[in-house]
């Protein structure tokens, strides 16, 4: 299934639900051409849409729960659940951009033209 991926520091992120239950989340070196694992994925999501931003990394969207804005932070080996920004509407893959001090996620929900922007300013 499709996933999000994200990158901090020189250190990829590849934050995977495979199904309801089983989650495997790896980080990925290339100067040691490693995989790792980190803090495992805490929703049920996939076809996510990631991003880093501030040192952090930042999954949004995708197919699943209701659960469809998260934090990770490489410090802690935590994930925060965030205000979902689509509230109550499943919203499916989409895009997310860093421009300056904002970072922007966007998704299909119903149809092409319904796409609700969620815009942040440092962090959300």
């Known amino acids: 299934m499709g996933t999000a991926a994200f990158v901090i520091n020189k250190i990829a992120y590849v934050p995977c639900m495979v199904g309801p239950v089983e989650s495997n989340s790896y980080k990925y070196d290339p100067e040691t051409n490693r995989w790792t694992q980190f803090a495992n994925f805490p929703a049920s999501r996939w076809f996510m849409t990631g991003f880093s931003y501030d040192q952090k990394g930042y999954v949004f969207n995708g197919y699943g729960n209701e659960d469809n804005s998260w934090k990770y932070d490489p410090t802690t080996d935590k994930w925060t659940r965030l205000t979902n920004?689509?509230?109550?509407?499943?919203?499916?893959?989409?895009?997310?951009?860093?421009?300056?001090?904002?970072?922007?996620?966007?998704?299909?929900?119903?149809?092409?033209?319904?796409?609700?922007?969620?815009?942040?300013?440092?962090?959300?």
Do not use: M, N
């Open 85 to 124: 920004y689509a509230t109550g509407r499943e919203v499916r893959p989409g895009i997310a951009f860093v421009l300056g001090d904002r970072f922007y996620v966007s998704g299909v929900v119903d149809q092409i033209d319904d796409w609700p922007l969620y815009e942040a300013v440092g962090q959300p």
